[in-house]
């Protein structure tokens, strides 16, 4: 894809490639009795705010935050955990949190899996490069900036409704 005043436009070669739609599971409150039932479950997991739209340089959203876990020991419901507890040490997550309260949305790894060849790491990567596409920057509260996949390394396109964290 390619960005032209703030616009995607796909090359021949995207529209040839496979796409699947993703949409999100319907959200939860950021609260233990939530999170604990994940322990176990690999996947990505997708922390945003309950009312405030932050304003990225290409749209508002509430998204601020995309993680992963990349197995059982250290799951979703761990990540989330430490998220909770504060002792992931994401110091935006904790403030976000005490100020306004969160929600938070999963992807179960299981279920991707027929389709994305590649490592979970990868597909965070993947998910994050798309959400700089959409709106100009990674999520506020991640603080990453190297990341080893790049969209023109993978064979298919996920169209992933952003949509899902922007007001209604």
């Known amino acids: 894809m390619q960005r032209c005043g703030g616009q995607v436009i796909k090359t021949d070669f995207e529209y040839s490639m496979a796409q699947y739609k993703i949409n999100f599971d319907r959200q939860q409150d950021f609260e233990l009795r939530n999170i604990k ?82 490592r979970i790491e990868d597909l965070e990567s993947y998910f994050i490069l798309d959400f700089v596409d959409k709106y100009g920057v990674y999520p506020i509260c991640n603080n990453k900036s190297g990341f080893e996949i790049k969209k023109h390394d993978v064979q298919l396109i996920f169209g992933i409704n952003w949509k899902y964290f922007e007001k209604r």
């Open 37 to 118: 039932p994940l322990i176990g479950i690999c996947g990505l997991y997708f922390i945003f705010l309950k009312e405030t739209e932050i304003p990225y340089p290409f749209g508002k959203s509430r998204l601020i935050y995309i993680g992963m876990s990349e197995k059982k020991t250290n799951s979703i419901g761990k990540r989330l955990s430490d998220h909770f507890e504060g002792v992931s040490g994401n110091e935006g997550i904790i403030n976000y949190k005490k100020v306004e309260g969160l929600y938070f949305t999963y992807l179960n790894f299981e279920m991707l899996k027929q389709i994305w060849e590649h």
